[in-house]
RNA sequence: GGACCCGUGGCCUAGUCUGGAUAGGGCAUCGGCCUCCUAAGCCGAGGGUCGGGGGUUCGAAUCCCCCCGGGUCCGCCA
């Protein structure tokens, strides 16, 4: 017997016991929902239901002498159901259901091993092409520690849809319109394109750094001059402090980079050039389809992807397809969208500039409650297009986010949980273009910032720790463990090892927690072999495997799984039997933490049961059989669990 | 000012959607365990007004209301 969902039928065992039950013996009551729970205590059971709760409200009796009665009509029909061994009124009224082990044992590890590396993949009824959008960091400096938590939520995401049998295309959306591209790919011009020196993206983030900096002060300046003829002092003492901080941050860039620091330095300072304006203008000139600047912001943007690809790749995150911003201008995309806005008549102009009023389409549309807004709330207006005639990035990611709805039936965003505002205008711009269907399957998976203790991070001002450099230090603390512990290991071994041990931890630090709450960087946070880590599981992993190394014996799908009689074992059961149950559940709500939170008490148990229990050497030979089986299928679940969070299961380490 | 989110032992965190039995982990602290499948491990101890107050319910960390604390957003930035 092979199940997909051992667990389920289990459930569904005692769902339909209880029913039948209620229906004999209070007959014409037939309990619409049947509650079904986990006990809090493994000596309650595997499953228990407090329905006699609720009865006892109808039936005026106590609610234990309900749950006797059903216990005891189950109990009489008790041989209709394999997976049930005894029913018990337990409590103050719950029944609870005990499982059948030597039934479910053999159940759950012998779907496991069938199943092998399919096993807890539930495939869904409804497979839809979707796409995930994740990443999407605007390539003009490396990916910070914060956005990888974008990038390993949304890489993670994309696998679990995959394998729930999703058609999933991971999507990349290079945001290369704007003031920040036109600002790098200025300096970037004014150094006269320098070929990059180390790795493309910290090339280009610096050179990035320098220039805003040096325009920034040069604005500040400015400013203070022109406030200081108005003689406003409150204004100008906020304007000279600004202008100190980025001062010390112009400092600092020059110990780091002196000579690319004084080359911009110098070429910024020529008495006729005017940044600000050309930089706009490059931008107009970009959106306006410009060779040469089309040129230059595209090489610009390659060089940092580059890098880009270089980082996620190390991290095994993959993509499907880069979508340039630029091509949806350029194509008219992006045109042919405001003018049919303006078409709905739900835009307006205000000061020269063209704004889209996401309230009046909420109210016409009646889509407060849906989108659980608070029929008081007012929709601030979105600017879909500058006084100059450029637009504005969420007024792109309509004409893109359309653009992604033309290949696929539902699109998940994985955007920071700060841009909420603008995933709602966006959303009720696709409503006001009479996309409904699209509308309501646009998702955006909101995430919350890693913050570095005090402040939170800031691309401009550089203070971000970088992805690299925190798995550069990850794979580094890894090897010095592998070495202690392995010294036999071969060089490369260690080598590869650490870097799936240091990149684990990494990674399962950044999912491991609610998505929704903000995290608070930290090396040791980040980078934990612990007890709570990635490398907690990929151990556990190598042991499983160590054991079946050692063993050499085949285990059959005849083996006597009733031999495993300790309440570890059954507990291990039980978890492998829930892998499924927990996947579903994961996928359908998009939750990639469940999965990461029952892995690890996966292999919690599984050290429990290590330490105290022998396989290779158990009492009897056909014990040893039993418990092989059940390790197999143990490794095989933590296996597919790490899988699915784009962790390496390692066999050694 | 308004809207949204978060608040669980010293610190980090699960559980909250879908109410159920003594609130589950980890770090740190203290005490044990390598003649036996990898000690990145195992076993044990102490430590909790689930931010506060009301309410609903047989039953509330979980649902409702008020308050407090923190975060985010309210840009012709992304």
Redesign the pocket.
Known sequence: MVSINPFADLKRQCRDALRDAILKIYSGRTPSDI?L?I???F??GQL?S?IC??LS?DIKTKPLEIAEKISEGIMDELHRYNLIERVKA??SG?I?FYANFKELSALAINSARRLDDEYGYVKTNEPKIIIVEHTSV?PVHPIHIGQARNSVLGDSIARILTARGHKVSRHYYI?DV???SALIAYGYEKLGRPKPEGKPDHFIGMIYSITSCLVEIRRLKKEIERKEALADSEELNRLRKNLDEWISVAAELESKYPEKFNHLLKVLSEGDVDPEHEIAELNQKYEAGDREAKELIREVCKICLEGFKETLGRASIFFDSWDWESDFIWSGDVKRCIENLKRKAYVYE????LEFDGEKVAQELGLKEKLGL?ED?EI?SL?LV???GTT???TRDIAYSIWKFSIADKVINVVG??????QLQLKLALYALGHVNEASNLVHFAYN?VNLPGH?MSSRRGRYVTFDEVMDEAARR?YN??SK??PAMPEEEKRS?SEA?GIGAVKYALIE??P????VFTWD?VIN????SA??IQ?SH??AC??IR?AQIEVGEDTDYSLLKERLEHELVMMIARFPEVFIDSAD?LKP??IA?YTLSLA?KF??F????????ADSSALSRARLGLVDAVRIVLRNSLNLLGIEALE??
């Open positions: 509650p729970n006990p809090p205590d000596r309650f228990t407090s709760f609720e409200k337990e409590g719950y609870n605007n945001d704007g003031r920040q205000k000061d020269g500039a608070r709330y601030p600017t500058r006084a100059d504005l990035y969420t949980m700060e841009q909420t505002l603008a910032l939170r890894a463990e592998v512990r392995s090892v041990v927690t609610d929704i709450k903000p995290v946070r072999f612990e007890k709570n490398p907690y151990y190598a042991r160590s054991i050692k709500n933490n469940a939170d919690d050290n429990g290590y330490a105290r229990y022998p396989v290779i050497k050694r380490m």
